[in-house]
């Protein structure tokens, strides 16, 4: 199995800054690609950026400019930096990564359990 676990979550003003950090163990052969999602209150999950593990980057337009993804393969962590912060960010953030268990394998997505982000003065 593969374990998620996302930490840096928490409550900051408006205009701060928060760095999360999801590791990612278990059966791990290799990870294609590793994500952040949120989740806001009564609205559907929706994707921030994901990396792959090449180094491509993907943000959906809304964070473009304020948030950055990372990774540090050998560490099989995903970082998401993000700056300049609104009240409309508060959400629960969550890690996704998509992960060969062993070679050849089909990937499967693998999720975290969320941590909480809070933007409020």
């Known amino acids: 199995q593969v374990q998620l676990v996302e930490s840096g979550g928490g409550l900051v003003q408006p205009g701060g800054s928060l760095r999360l950090s999801c590791a990612a163990s278990?059966?791990?052969?290799?990870?294609?690609?590793m994500g952040w999602y949120r989740q806001a209150p009564g609205k559907q999950r929706e994707l921030v950026a994901v990396?792959?593990?090449?180094?491509?980057?993907t943000y959906a337009d809304s964070y473009k400019g304020r948030f950055t993804i990372s990774r540090d393969n050998a560490k099989n962590t995903a970082y998401l930096q993000m700056n300049s912060l609104k009240p409309e960010d508060t959400a629960v953030y969550y890690c996704n990564a998509r992960v060969r268990t062993r070679i050849l394998a089909q990937p499967f997505d693998y999720w975290g359990q969320g941590t909480q982000v809070t933007v409020s003065s």
């Open positions: 278990g059966r791990i052969f290799s990870i294609d690609a």
């Open positions: 990396a792959t593990s090449g180094g491509i980057t």
